[in-house]
């Protein structure tokens, strides 16, 4: 599955359930990018969000629920 979201201004939050791998994507010229990591090994197979995340000015933060 594949997000896409883009802001110029502002802030993308993200949930995502445990058990989904994560593979985030995209640019952020002025801002910060906070990656909430899974503890799932590499060669499990799992379900995969794909986040392609563009933003000019802000953060991005990804929250495991």
């Not at 883009?6 to 002025?30: D, F, L, N, S």
């Amino acid at each position: 599955v594949t997000l896409s979201a883009r802001t110029v201004v502002g802030a993308i939050k993200v949930w995502v359930p445990r058990g989904v791998r994560v593979v985030v994507e995209g640019r952020t010229a002025v801002g910060t990018r906070t990656i909430a990591e899974s503890n799932l090994p590499p060669e499990m197979d799992v379900p995969t969000l794909r986040l392609r995340l563009d933003t000019g000015l802000g953060t991005v933060k990804v929250y495991r629920t």
